[in-house]
Nanobody, 124 residues
Framework: QVQLVESGGGLVQAGGSLRLSCAAS????????MGWFRQAPGKEREFVAAMSWSADATYYADSVKGRFTSSRDYAKNMVYLQMNSLKPEDTAVYYCAARESPEPSSNRAAYDFWGQGTQVTVSS
Protein backbone atom coordinates (compact mmCIF):
# COMPACT_ATOMS: atom_id res chain seq x y z
CA GLN A 1 0.00 0.00 0.00
CA VAL A 2 1.27 3.44 -0.97
CA GLN A 3 -0.18 6.74 0.19
CA LEU A 4 0.39 9.87 -1.85
CA VAL A 5 -0.10 13.54 -1.01
CA GLU A 6 0.44 16.31 -3.55
CA SER A 7 1.43 19.86 -2.76
CA GLY A 8 2.87 22.93 -4.46
CA GLY A 9 -0.10 23.99 -6.52
CA GLY A 10 -1.24 27.57 -6.71
CA LEU A 11 -1.80 30.57 -8.92
CA VAL A 12 0.87 31.55 -11.40
CA GLN A 13 1.05 33.89 -14.36
CA ALA A 14 1.46 32.53 -17.87
CA GLY A 15 5.11 31.94 -18.65
CA GLY A 16 5.93 31.29 -15.03
CA SER A 17 7.08 28.16 -13.27
CA LEU A 18 5.80 25.93 -10.53
CA ARG A 19 7.05 22.75 -8.89
CA LEU A 20 4.65 20.16 -7.61
CA SER A 21 5.64 17.67 -4.94
CA CYS A 22 4.23 14.27 -4.16
CA ALA A 23 5.04 12.75 -0.79
CA ALA A 24 4.87 8.98 -0.64
CA SER A 25 4.38 6.90 2.46
CA UNK A 26 3.54 3.32 3.30
CA UNK A 27 5.16 0.40 1.54
CA UNK A 28 7.54 2.55 -0.46
CA UNK A 29 10.09 -0.19 -1.06
CA UNK A 30 7.97 -1.61 -3.83
CA UNK A 31 9.07 -1.00 -7.38
CA UNK A 32 6.45 1.62 -8.12
CA UNK A 33 6.45 3.49 -11.36
CA MET A 34 5.05 6.98 -10.92
CA GLY A 35 2.76 9.09 -13.02
CA TRP A 36 1.34 12.58 -13.14
CA PHE A 37 -2.14 13.29 -14.42
CA ARG A 38 -4.32 16.36 -14.54
CA GLN A 39 -7.99 17.10 -14.80
CA ALA A 40 -9.42 20.38 -16.02
CA PRO A 41 -13.04 21.41 -15.42
CA GLY A 42 -15.37 19.47 -17.67
CA LYS A 43 -12.63 17.21 -18.96
CA GLU A 44 -11.41 13.71 -18.25
CA ARG A 45 -8.26 13.08 -16.29
CA GLU A 46 -5.39 13.09 -18.75
CA PHE A 47 -1.84 11.86 -18.78
CA VAL A 48 0.92 14.37 -18.11
CA ALA A 49 4.10 12.46 -17.30
CA ALA A 50 5.33 9.06 -16.20
CA MET A 51 8.56 7.81 -14.70
CA SER A 52 9.95 4.32 -14.31
CA TRP A 53 10.73 2.95 -10.85
CA SER A 54 14.45 3.45 -11.47
CA ALA A 55 13.75 6.95 -12.82
CA ASP A 56 15.93 6.25 -15.82
CA ALA A 57 13.04 6.60 -18.23
CA THR A 58 10.52 9.42 -18.36
CA TYR A 59 7.65 10.06 -20.71
CA TYR A 60 5.56 13.14 -21.32
CA ALA A 61 2.38 14.09 -23.04
CA ASP A 62 2.96 16.07 -26.22
CA SER A 63 1.22 19.06 -24.68
CA VAL A 64 3.84 19.39 -21.93
CA LYS A 65 6.95 17.93 -23.56
CA GLY A 66 9.88 20.30 -23.28
CA ARG A 67 8.21 22.30 -20.51
CA PHE A 68 7.62 19.80 -17.71
CA THR A 69 10.16 17.56 -16.00
CA SER A 70 9.43 14.68 -13.66
CA SER A 71 11.95 13.53 -11.05
CA ARG A 72 12.13 11.73 -7.73
CA ASP A 73 14.13 11.72 -4.53
CA TYR A 74 14.35 8.21 -3.13
CA ALA A 75 15.83 9.29 0.19
CA LYS A 76 12.89 11.57 0.91
CA ASN A 77 10.23 9.46 -0.78
CA MET A 78 9.31 12.45 -2.90
CA VAL A 79 8.30 12.82 -6.52
CA TYR A 80 8.41 16.16 -8.30
CA LEU A 81 6.94 17.75 -11.37
CA GLN A 82 8.76 20.87 -12.47
CA MET A 83 6.52 22.94 -14.70
CA ASN A 84 8.02 25.74 -16.77
CA SER A 85 6.60 28.09 -19.38
CA LEU A 86 3.14 27.54 -18.00
CA LYS A 87 0.14 28.26 -20.17
CA PRO A 88 -3.49 28.97 -19.23
CA GLU A 89 -4.45 25.60 -20.70
CA ASP A 90 -2.28 23.94 -18.05
CA THR A 91 -4.87 24.96 -15.47
CA ALA A 92 -6.14 21.81 -13.79
CA VAL A 93 -6.05 19.71 -10.68
CA TYR A 94 -2.83 17.71 -10.78
CA TYR A 95 -2.58 14.22 -9.37
CA CYS A 96 0.36 11.96 -8.71
CA ALA A 97 -0.10 8.24 -8.99
CA ALA A 98 1.79 5.02 -8.37
CA ARG A 99 1.40 1.58 -9.82
CA GLU A 100 2.55 -1.84 -8.65
CA SER A 101 4.93 -2.17 -11.56
CA PRO A 102 8.34 -0.69 -12.31
CA GLU A 103 7.24 0.26 -15.80
CA PRO A 104 5.50 3.56 -16.49
CA SER A 105 2.19 3.88 -18.26
CA SER A 106 0.17 6.70 -19.79
CA ASN A 107 -3.10 4.96 -18.93
CA ARG A 108 -4.76 6.10 -15.72
CA ALA A 109 -6.33 2.67 -15.26
CA ALA A 110 -2.86 1.19 -14.88
CA TYR A 111 -2.23 3.01 -11.61
CA ASP A 112 -3.14 1.57 -8.24
CA PHE A 113 -2.65 4.51 -5.88
CA TRP A 114 -3.61 8.14 -6.22
CA GLY A 115 -3.14 11.37 -4.36
CA GLN A 116 -6.02 13.76 -3.77
CA GLY A 117 -4.73 16.39 -6.15
CA THR A 118 -3.45 19.94 -6.02
CA GLN A 119 -4.90 22.87 -7.94
CA VAL A 120 -2.78 24.69 -10.50
CA THR A 121 -4.20 27.86 -12.01
CA VAL A 122 -2.37 29.75 -14.75
CA SER A 123 -3.56 33.25 -15.51
CA SER A 124 -2.99 35.17 -18.73
Amino acid sequence: QVQLVESGGGLVQAGGSLRLSCAASGRTFSRNAMGWFRQAPGKEREFVAAMSWSADATYYADSVKGRFTSSRDYAKNMVYLQMNSLKPEDTAVYYCAARESPEPSSNRAAYDFWGQGTQVTVSS
